[in-house]
C-alpha cells in the first residue's frame, strides 16, 4: 500500500493549478467563455483608424486573454509597451504568459513590477504560483509567504504554500498550512483532503480519517478523496471500510485503482 499512497497524494496536491488573480484578488473570476467577440472587432476597427494609440491594443489585449486567445494577448500588450512604455503593461502579459504555460516568462514580467504596497501582495502571489508550477518549491514558498506578509487572510496563499512545503517532505509545516486556510476557509474540501495526507505522512491516521471524512461531506464525489480515506483505513486494519471506499472511488471512474481492488477486496466481499 505504501507505493500507491503517494499516487494518491500527488492526485490530492495537484487537483488544480494555483489560482492566478486577475486584475484585484477579490474578483477572482473566469469571463474567457463570455467575452463578446464583438468586442475584439470592434478595437481592431479601432486600431485601424488610430494604430499608434496604446490603450486601444491593451484593451483588445484584456479582450483577447478574457476570450482564451493568449498568444494574441501577449501581441498586443507588446504593441502597448512599445508605444507607451508604462511597466503596469507587464503585469497584463505576465498574466497571459501565466494561462499560455509560459510561466518563466511570466515571472520574469511579474519580477519587473513595482506595485503599490497594497497590490505587492498579488504580484507575490503570482510570483510562487508559477514557481510551484514548474517545481522551484523553495521559492514558491518564499513568495507565497511574502503574498501572506501583505495579505494574512488568503486562504488560496496558505493552501498553496503548504502544497510547496509538502512537496520538499515538510509535513508538519504543510498541515499547518492548511489548517490556516481553513480558518478562513470552512469549506475547503482541498485544504481537508490535502491536510488528511499531511496527516498520513506523519501517520496520524485518526487524525487523517476525520479530514477525509470532512472533506467528502463537502464534495462526497472527489474520487482521490475516497481512495486517501480508502488507504487510511487499511492502515487501521479496517479493511472492510477501505473496500467499501475503494470501491466508491472506482465506481466514480478512477479505473487506475481497479487492479488494486480486485487483489485486496475479492476475498472480502
Same mark, same amino acid.
Given at each position: 500500500?505504501?507505493?500507491?499512497?503517494?499516487?494518491?497524494?500527488?492526485?490530492?496536491?495537484?487537483?488544480?493549478?494555483?489560482?492566478?488573480?486577475?486584475?484585484?484578488?477579490?474578483?477572482?473570476?473566469? +469571463?474567457? +467563455?463570455?467575452?463578446?467577440?464583438?468586442?475584439?472587432?470592434?478595437?481592431? #476597427? =479601432?486600431?485601424?483608424?488610430?494604430?499608434?494609440?496604446?490603450?486601444?491594443?491593451?484593451?483588445?489585449?484584456?479582450?483577447?486573454?478574457? %476570450?482564451?486567445?493568449?498568444?494574441? =494577448?501577449? #501581441?498586443?500588450?507588446? @504593441?502597448?509597451?512599445?508605444?507607451?512604455?508604462?511597466?503596469?503593461?507587464?503585469?497584463?502579459? =505576465?498574466?497571459?504568459?501565466?494561462?499560455?504555460?509560459?510561466?518563466?516568462?511570466?515571472?520574469?514580467?511579474?519580477?519587473?513590477?513595482?506595485?503599490?504596497?497594497?497590490?505587492?501582495?498579488?504580484?507575490?502571489?503570482?510570483?510562487?504560483?508559477?514557481?510551484?508550477?514548474?517545481?522551484?518549491?523553495?521559492?514558491?514558498?518564499?513568495?507565497?509567504?511574502?503574498?501572506?506578509?501583505?495579505?494574512?487572510?488568503?486562504?488560496?496563499?496558505?493552501?498553496?504554500?503548504?502544497?510547496?512545503?509538502?512537496? !520538499?517532505?515538510?509535513?508538519?509545516?504543510?498541515?499547518?498550512? @492548511?489548517?490556516?486556510?481553513?480558518? !478562513?476557509?470552512?469549506?475547503?474540501?482541498?485544504?481537508?483532503?490535502?491536510?488528511?495526507?499531511? +496527516?498520513?505522512?506523519?501517520?496520524? %491516521?485518526?487524525?487523517?480519517?476525520?479530514?477525509?471524512?470532512?472533506?467528502? #461531506? !463537502?464534495?462526497?464525489?472527489?474520487?482521490?478523496?475516497?481512495? +486517501?480515506?480508502?488507504?487510511?483505513?487499511?492502515?487501521?486494519?479496517?479493511?472492510?471500510? =477501505?473496500?467499501?471506499?475503494?470501491?466508491?472511488?472506482?465506481?466514480?471512474? #478512477?479505473?487506475?485503482?481497479?487492479?488494486? @481492488?480486485?487483489?485486496?477486496?475479492?476475498?472480502?466481499?
Amino acid at each position: 500500500m505504501r507505493i500507491r499512497i503517494l499516487t494518491a497524494i500527488l492526485l490530492s496536491l495537484s487537483i488544480t493549478t494555483s489560482w492566478l488573480y486577475f486584475g484585484r484578488k477579490n474578483s477572482l473570476k473566469d +469571463n474567457s +467563455n463570455n467575452i463578446n467577440r464583438e468586442i475584439i472587432n470592434n478595437y481592431s #476597427k =479601432a486600431i485601424s483608424r488610430d494604430p499608434n494609440n496604446f490603450s486601444f491594443y491593451l484593451e483588445r489585449g484584456k479582450a483577447k486573454h478574457e %476570450y482564451g486567445d493568449f498568444e494574441g =494577448a501577449i #501581441k498586443d500588450f507588446n @504593441y502597448s509597451f512599445k508605444i507607451n512604455p508604462d511597466f503596469r503593461i507587464n503585469f497584463y502579459k =505576465a498574466n497571459s504568459k501565466y494561462r499560455h504555460g509560459d510561466f518563466k516568462g511570466a515571472i520574469k514580467d511579474y519580477e519587473k513590477l513595482k506595485f503599490s504596497e497594497e497590490s505587492k501582495d498579488q504580484i507575490f502571489y503570482n510570483i510562487a504560483s508559477a514557481q510551484l508550477i514548474i517545481f522551484d518549491y523553495q521559492n514558491s514558498i518564499k513568495n507565497y509567504t511574502k503574498s501572506i506578509k501583505y495579505d494574512n487572510r488568503d486562504e488560496y496563499a496558505f493552501l498553496y504554500r503548504g502544497n510547496a512545503k509538502f512537496k !520538499i517532505k515538510n509535513y508538519e509545516s504543510s498541515l499547518t498550512d @492548511y489548517t490556516e486556510s481553513l480558518k !478562513i476557509n470552512q469549506r475547503s474540501y482541498i485544504a481537508f483532503n490535502n491536510r488528511g495526507v499531511s +496527516n498520513f505522512k506523519l501517520k496520524n %491516521y485518526k487524525s487523517a480519517l476525520e479530514d477525509f471524512k470532512k472533506s467528502l #461531506k !463537502i464534495n462526497p464525489r472527489n474520487y482521490s478523496t475516497l481512495y +486517501n480515506k480508502s488507504l487510511t483505513h487499511f492502515e487501521l486494519k479496517e479493511n472492510k471500510k =477501505a473496500c467499501i471506499n475503494l470501491k466508491k472511488s472506482i465506481k466514480l471512474g #478512477k479505473e487506475v485503482f481497479r487492479d488494486e @481492488y480486485l487483489k485486496i477486496c475479492t476475498s472480502i466481499y
